[in-house]
């Protein structure tokens, strides 16, 4: 009879980074796919034959960063619904350091959709995703940015329907506008079915907006669904809605206020190109990075060159990194990884401390993932990011396996 063979502990010291907190004089210690101990050094022991690494001074240990709003990478894009494409991009993604990840679509055809909620919900059952957001179809006209307005439609509950059936308990987010006629019926639809409203692509209101992310919360509250954080989520703030004006503040002013309150969570899109640094670091400071999340809404062009890229049924042309709707010359997703979201969110003056809790452990909840990823603690899935003194990563490790940096 062979006796299995128990994994050996890996040991790492550095500064760890997670939950908001820094130990300088740290270590993460893990046994397989598990985290066995993140916290001081001081009065740790390996095992005897445990392997382990020494960082560089000033390195860092952080927590796999979580991306949510993602809609591929490296000539893979998620809306396609190409198999080979999505993992390659995937896969190039995990190594890049986003261990947790949805595939986010965007508007399409009812035949589109639902052959990328189809794909997207296997490979989520995979362990490759976390399960996928839908970014449409039942978004504003006058706010639709990169999403095609030829398929754009008023809330339709059969159709939302059959898109939860076929993506069988993996569609996690959806994207709505709260002003057209049916949002209510549909909020209550998605809460019902433990999916996460998020408000965007948006014309509404101020009042409209407020009162349907606290139909939202109502909604999601009781429900507590996987033990999520039973609210609702801005989709990419600022970006696909109106500018707020102080005649007219519109759903800036009730997405940040509510936020502020803890009764949502604002996505910002921290490239510097969606928002400007000095935007991040106001809205870090006026609603806290408890009530914010980093997303990157890399598409196909991400970890490329520029030139001419696809973005569902849309033609995109990335310049300078900048990615442009070739019908319009609207912004049609970003080209950074998490990874370099959040360098760029630390540049803007928000403590790193408060970017990587925004880029985990608030993703981690919403998802109600909070007790598989999202932080370093004891038990938790061994995803971490080693991250040099000089500020790049330096290498990614994933339920245990260390993956091969990106070339």
Known sequence: MTTPSVPRQRVIFGTLVSDGQRIPDGVLATVGDRISYAGPAAGFVPDPEAEELRLAEGALILPGLIDVHNHGAVGGDFPGADETAARRAIDFLHRSGTTTLLASMVTAS?????????????????????????????????????????????????????????????????????????????????????????????????EVA??????????????????????????????????????????????????????????????????????????????????????????????????????????????????????????????????????RTAAAGVPLEDAVLSATAVPARLLGLSDEVGGLRRGLRADALVVNPDGQLESVLRAGMWLESPR
């Open 110 to 206: 009812e035949a589109d959709l639902l052959r990328g909620v189809e794909l997207y919900a296997r490979l989520s059952k995979e362990g490759l995703l976390a399960g996928i957001h839908l970014e449409g179809p039942f978004l504003s006209a006058a706010r639709c940015g990169a999403q095609d307005p030829a398929y754009l439609l008023e809330p339709d509950l059969a159709l939302a329907e059959r898109l939860i059936a076929a993506g069988e308990g993996k569609i996690l987010t959806m994207t709505y506008a709260p002003e057209l006629p049916g949002a209510a019926a549909l909020v209550d639809l998605l809460t019902g079915y433990g999916v996460t409203p998020s408000l965007g692509h948006t014309d509404a209101d101020a």
């Open 210 to 343: 407020a009162a349907s992310l606290q139909q939202a919360r109502d909604g999601l509250d009781p429900a507590g669904f996987d033990g999520n954080s039973g609210r609702p989520t801005i989709t990419h703030l600022f970006n696909g809605m109106p500018p707020m004006h102080h005649r007219s503040p519109g759903p800036v002013s009730a997405c940040l206020r509510i936020a502020r309150a803890g009764a949502a969570a604002v996505e910002l899109i921290a490239d510097n190109t969606h928002l400007d640094p000095q935007t991040v670091l106001m809205v870090f400071e006026l609603v806290g990075a408890k009530n914010i999340i980093l997303v990157s809404d890399s598409m196909a062009a991400t970890g490329l060159a520029d030139g001419s890229y696809r973005l569902g049924p849309a033609q995109v042309t990335v310049a300078g990194g900048v990615a442009t709707l070739d019908a319009t010359g609207s912004i049609a997703g970003g080209t950074a990884t998490l990874f370099q979201i959040l360098q």
